[in-house]
């Protein structure tokens, strides 16, 4: 299993930034891909933006060119730098080590919330 340790979120006022940190530790080489997913009130969780081992990034159409996803490989880390928040942004965030299609490891949310 991979163990998730999550960190960031907060308020911000709409147009600001967030950066959200997950740390990995545990069986790190099992991991196929990293991600970030989000729920909020009364929705269900939705994808937010995701990164392959090999690098490959995939973003939902909602938060592309506003979001980025990266990594940190020696710190097995990954960020999510959210930039220009909308208020429609606010929501729990979780962090997802992804092993295989059937093994899916969580971090716990964190709260972002986009208000003025």
């Known amino acids: 299993q991979v163990q998730l340790v999550v960190s960031g979120g907060g308020l911000v006022q709409p147009g600001g930034s967030l950066r959200l940190s997950c740390a990995a530790s545990?069986?790190?080489?099992?991991?196929?891909?990293m991600g970030w997913y989000r729920q909020a009130p009364g929705k269900q969780r939705e994808l937010v933006a995701t990164i392959s081992r090999l690098g490959t990034t995939n973003y939902a159409d909602s938060v592309k060119g506003r979001f980025t996803i990266s990594r940190d490989n020696p710190k097995n880390t990954v960020y999510l730098q959210m930039n220009s928040l909308k208020p429609e942004d606010t929501a729990v965030y979780y962090c997802?080590?992804?092993?295989?299609?059937?093994?899916?490891?969580w971090g716990q949310g964190t709260q972002v919330t986009v208000s003025s």
């Open positions: 545990g069986s790190i080489g099992s991991i196929n891909a």
């Open positions: 997802v080590a992804i092993r295989s299609l059937l093994n899916w490891d």
